[in-house]
Each structure stands twice: as structure tokens, then as C-alpha cells.
């Protein structure tokens, strides 16, 4: 594949930052391959996750304060609101804290062992969250959509499942999306490498073939996300 200059190959390549803020990084791994977005809000991100844990601390603190604060009234008329504000701030707390925790990052696997399209949540810890996971054959099409809106960015969606559910994986320039789709396609239709046979069984399998063509002219049809 032929490089632009917004994706750029490899774990140890320098973050190279563009006007739109679209730079799309790949690291090969072992098993396939990630593809992150840098967006140039890293340092945010950890901020506000920094921010969501300290907003989660203090919501359960407040939960506790209303019961175990020297001088808290335990008034029967007061029990229900007291109460109903309890689950309130436990709720708020534990979602704050669950966010923090899961982060703000974004990183799409593509497992080619697994045959998987993996979609995780990074924090600034790097610890990953699962998201979504989609198998290969799961996959209906990978395509590019334009924003109606000209100052919209460009999407590249993912529709998958019996339902057609569709996932944004990345958003950004359409030069550099549009290489990223030719990439997924080209990999997510990747078959398995036939086993090698012997003379015999090659010559016995191509005269099956040709029989099967004379009965009934033979077509191989491709993904849906090829056509």
C-alpha cells in the first residue's frame, strides 16, 4: 500500500500532527494489527479522566455524609428524601468512577488469527477495555460516508450483523479514510490458504470442478463489502 502522509505505519513512528488533527497510526502486532487516531487531545483526555475520578470520589463521599455527618437528622419525614439522594449520588459516583476508569482513547484491533474487528477503550493508564468485537463474516460492508454538511468531517462506518447495525471507526480526512477502507477490504476479505494436495488428488478435484462447470456455470461471489 502506498503511504500518505496522515497514515503513518509502525510503533515507533513519530506523531506527525496535521491541520485536521487526523493523523491515523498502525502497529503491527503478532496477531494483526491497531490503528489509533491521534487527534491531539491526549493530555485532555487525561485530564478529564483525572477530573471523573475526583467528581466520583466526591459523589460518594456526599452519599456517605448525609448519613454518617455528626448531626444528620434520621427524621421519619426526612428518611425518603435522604434515601432517594443516596441512590442519586451512588449512581452518579459509580458511573463517573466507571468512566475514568474505562477511559477516553479509542483503538480499533484487527485480529487477523482471530478473524475480528475489535473496538477498545484505552485510558491513560494504556489499560484496554473491550467495546465490541466483530467477526469477519459478521461484516456486511466498510465504507466511507460524506457528511451532508460541509464543514463536517468525513465518516468510515462498519455495518454488521443480521440488523445492519452500523459502527463509526474513524472520522477525519477523506484522502487518508479512503486508504484506510482499501486496507480493511483487502484484509477482511483474506480467505484461508487451501492445504496443498498431491498430483492425484489435484487432478481428481479439477476434473469435479469441470463437471460441476458443465451441470452449472460455477460464480464466486464476493463480500458485500467489495461490491
Known amino acids: 500500500m502506498t503511504l500518505s502522509s496522515d497514515l503513518v505505519r509502525g510503533a515507533s513512528a513519530a506523531p506527525v500532527r496535521t491541520k ?5 497510526f498502525r502497529r503491527e502486532t503478532g496477531w494483526g494489527y491497531c490503528l489509533t487516531q491521534q487527534d491531539g487531545s491526549g493530555n485532555m483526555r487525561a ?9 466520583s470520589f466526591l459523589s460518594l463521599l456526599a452519599m456517605g455524609a448525609l448519613w454518617l455527618w ?48 475489535r473496538i477498545v477503550w484505552v485510558n491513560r493508564r494504556a489499560e484496554s477495555r473491550l467495546h465490541t468485537v466483530i467477526g469477519f463474516e459478521e461484516i456486511g460492508s466498510v465504507f466511507v460516508r460524506r457528511s451532508p454538511v460541509p464543514s463536517r468531517t468525513t465518516h468510515l462506518d462498519v455495518r454488521f ?38 498430483v492425484t488428488e489435484n487432478a481428481d478435484a479439477t476434473r469435479l470442478r469441470s463437471q460441476r462447470m458443465t451441470r452449472k456455470a460455477a460464480s464466486k461471489t464476493l463480500p458485500r463489502s467489495l461490491r
Open 70 to 117: 455528626p448531626g444528620a437528622s434520621f427524621a421519619l419525614g426526612l428518611l425518603g428524601i435522604k434515601l432517594g439522594l443516596s441512590i442519586i449520588l451512588g449512581i452518579v459516583g459509580l458511573s463517573l468512577g466507571y468512566l475514568a476508569e474505562r477511559g477516553f482513547g479509542r483503538e480499533v484491533q484487527v485480529d487477523l488469527l482471530r478473524h475480528q474487528l
Open 161 to 198: 450483523g443480521a440488523l445492519g447495525a452500523i459502527e463509526t471507526l474513524f472520522e477525519g480526512s477523506e484522502t487518508v479514510l479512503r486508504e484506510l477502507w482499501y486496507d480493511l477490504n483487502t484484509d477482511l476479505r483474506a480467505e484461508p490458504i487451501a492445504p496443498v494436495m498431491s
Open 20 to 24: 485536521d488533527r487526523g493523523t491515523i
Open 47 to 55: 485530564r478529564a479522566e483525572v477530573g471523573l475520578r475526583g467528581l
